[in-house]
Nanobody, 125 residues
Framework: VQLQASGGGLVQAGESLRLSCAAS????????MGWFRQAPGKEREFVAG????????YYVDSVKGRFTISRDVANKTVYLQMNNLRPEDTAIYYC???????????????????WGQGTQVTVSS
């Protein structure tokens, strides 16, 4: 599986961005797609995840109610709609895929085997 993230940019606080992650290769229904982010000097953290074969989603508390993850099965693309952005959302955002069969969406970075290249999101105050 190869992933290509896009959609980052520079916005002001309160504005919105939509990130896209285009996948190539075979995507099985059991896969879990995730978005992570890494701010300067900080560890990479889980943001949101979605099961490829359904609408089950999971978010880190800091983005609940502001971010929405979704997927387009036909186009093999995962989206992260980010509303009401805050300066603390500034980071490089990565998409990733967990190919291990799991009953729940994991927020553990090392469980995601394939990663996209990252896209920069900068939110000014």
């Amino acid at each position: 599986v190869q992933l290509q993230a896009s959609g980052g940019g520079l916005v002001q606080a309160g504005e919105s961005l939509r990130l896209s992650c285009a996948a190539s290769g075979v995507i099985l229904g059991t896969y879990i797609m995730g978005w992570f982010r890494q701010a300067p000097g900080k560890e990479r953290e889980f943001v949101a995840g979605i099961k490829w074969n359904g609408d089950t989603t999971y978010y880190v508390d800091s983005v609940k109610g502001r971010f929405t993850i979704s997927r387009d099965v036909a186009n093999k693309t995962v989206y992260l709609q980010m509303n009401n952005l805050r300066p603390e959302d500034t980071a490089i955002y990565y998409c990733a895929v967990d190919v291990t069969v799991r009953s729940t969406i994991s927020n553990v970075t090392r469980r995601y085997e394939h990663w996209g290249q990252g896209t920069q999101v900068t939110v000014s105050s």
